[in-house]
């Protein structure tokens, strides 16, 4: 199922990125947003993931990123996070973009991580900026607030908001630059996170989709594998680590 010619491409490459989105914690347990299944079939995100809605109803939207990450909290990282921790320690170069806001590839142990989205467990005022990245504030008010009276948000991008421009930069330059891209459980339709894989591609890179089905992405990858990340991702390592052994 994993190419020759994927494996050699990792074995020569001076610098790996890889772009991963809810598709990969799935078998940790975390819900997707889209497919049948997917939060945004359930939950509106105009009433749950804007500055307005937030505005509108603070207590609503806390009670729905605390019931998020309590079911976070209780799940651990997954095969397909701890390949990405083994890649990163097999290439000289390595960056994986997330556009996750559930912190299991840094509880996996991967180290080059760059948040498109921001991160759940961090939280900042939206009157003077403090931050208050203590995970439990928020589950111990209905809806926290700043020693200046401003109220706590959560650290992740909503829609109709900008990127962090530093973690933007970042991504686009390891995009730019990378000999191989992995494209890894995400829908690809929402932007600019979807550009990456494009970015990449037009750079010169070998473009490769893990998912478990085709997406908006598909047609223009070098290759598209159609399986679970939890179990590609390990075989990938593995078929890399004896390519690598048989160099030396
Ligand atoms: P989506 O829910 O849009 O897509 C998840 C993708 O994962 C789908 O293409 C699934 O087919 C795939 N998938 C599911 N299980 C998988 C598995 N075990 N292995 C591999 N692939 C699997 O999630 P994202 O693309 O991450 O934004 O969504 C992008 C953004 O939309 C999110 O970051 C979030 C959301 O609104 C913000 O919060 C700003």
Redesign the pocket.
């Given at each position: 199922m994993i190419s020759e010619k994927l494996v050699q491409k990792l074995k020569n490459a001076k610098s790996v990125a890889v772009l991963?989105?809810?598709?990969?914690s799935?078998?940790s347990g975390v819900p997707?947003?889209?497919?049948s299944e997917?939060?945004?079939k359930k939950f509106k995100?105009e009433e749950l993931?804007t500055f307005d809605a937030f505005i509108r109803n603070p207590e609503l939207v806390w009670e729905w990123y605390n019931y998020r990450r309590k079911l976070i909290q209780e799940v651990k990282p997954n095969p397909?996070h701890y390949a990405l921790v083994e890649l990163e320690n097999l290439v000289p170069n390595f960056t994986l973009i997330t556009?996750?806001?559930d912190n299991l590839h840094r509880r996996a142990g991967s180290r080059n991580i760059v948040e498109?989205?921001?991160n759940i467990e961090k939280n900042y005022c939206i009157k003077c900026g403090k931050r208050y990245d203590d995970v439990n504030l928020a589950l111990e008010m209905k809806v926290p607030k700043c020693d200046c009276g401003g109220l706590i948000r959560p650290d992740?991008?909503?829609?109709g908001?900008l990127l962090p421009v530093d973690q933007w930069e970042k991504a686009e330059e390891a995009a730019s630059n990378c000999d191989v891209f992995f494209s890894?459980?995400?829908?690809?339709?929402?932007y600019p996170?979807?550009s990456l894989p494009q970015i990449a591609k037009r750079n010169g890179a070998y473009t490769v989709e893990?998912?478990?089905?085709r997406?908006d992405l598909s047609w223009f990858m070098d290759e598209v594998i159609i399986?679970?990340?939890?179990e590609?991702l390990p075989e990938i390592v593995k078929k890399l680590k004896e390519a690598l052994a048989q160099k030396s």
């Open positions: 991963t989105g809810a598709g990969i799935a078998e997707t947003f889209r497919g997917g939060l945004w995100p993931a397909g556009q996750n806001v498109l989205h921001g992740v991008v909503w829609f908001e890894i459980g995400t829908s690809g339709v929402v996170a979807a893990i998912n478990i089905e997406t399986g679970k990340s939890g590609i």
